[in-house]
């Protein structure tokens, strides 16, 4: 393999050919790669632990077919409105309490109205006023709504590609791939930071998942966060029966998307747990250095508190320490001085079925 496909500085030019020539690596070979780049750009053994808040759960009129809070499945999610800022404040003070940096806000919109954004932008001063750092994933976002989150003093948008864009069409039909590129490009505009993955195990083939990780690599700037999510099947959904996906292919997804993106988060979202203590072991020696803590993702369950700190035990893993945010965009996250982050701890999110 040419150096340049190895290399550990960032790359947008990733074609599909060398994407695929780094998943077919025997697999020792593959994980040896990713780990050698995880340790030019981070601190060994240091995980990041984030959760979301969901501030408006269920009602989502798209059909993205993996997702429960699609209104037209019969998922039994309920539908609920706008939660108040002071609800948001008492649990952003409680994820203050308990060693959190950054407070993220989901909600189950194909975009927010114009009405909701003074609302939401509120809750992103209050929270802001507390110490915390933000972040929010919303739908998509036109241009001055972009804006208007960050002069509110949003710091970070999840906004996800969901798969690759020749599979897309297979999974959703009322939101084109376009539109999630148009609001990833609102964000950098305003001045945020992007956090930005996919799903994998909806059926799509091993092109399909180096698809979304090119898709991913070639941004004009790389995510700050890419979360990988492992499809949680869940009744009433379009994609509830689909066969699991090979556990050593997720391993490889993620030691891929360190190679590629060899500055970001490699975040583990839905679907850890279900995984076994030895499948993620794997994922972290990939290249995985952030994980979703709590109980419940989204409307879709997690490991316990419990089990992760005995996981972190085992493997003699520690959570990313709380460290002050860098002020200047693009900041490089790197052993010299990782971006915040790094212990946010609040309630299940349900934005839309995506993981954040």
Known sequence: MSAHIASAEPRHDWQRDELLALFDLPLPELLFRAADIHRRHFVAGEVQVSTLLSVKTGGCPEDCAYCPQAQRYDTGVTAQKLMDTEEVLARARQAKAAGASRFCMGAAWRSPKERDIPKVAEMIREVK?????????????????????????????????????????????????????????????????????????MGESRGQRAGLLQALANLPAHPDSVPINRLVQVAGTPLHGTTELDSFEFVRTIAVARITMPRSMVRLSAGRESMSDELQALCFAAGANSIFYGEKLLTTGNPDTERDLAL????????MPVQEAKAAAGHRNDVLGSATVHADITEPATCCGRAA
């Open 312 to 319: 972190f035990a085992r493997l003699g893993l520690r959570p």
């Open 129 to 201: 006023a507390l110490g915390l750092e933000t972040c929010a994933t919303l739908g998509m976002l036109s241009g001055q709504q972009a804006l208007a989150l960050k002069d509110a003093g949003l710091d970070y948008y999840n906004h996800n590609l969901d798969t690759a864009p020749e599979f897309y069409g297979d999974i959703i039909h009322t939101r084109d791939y376009q539109d999630r590129l148009d609001t990833l490009e609102h964000v950098r505009e305003a001045g945020m930071k992007t956090c930005c993955g996919g799903i994998v195990g």
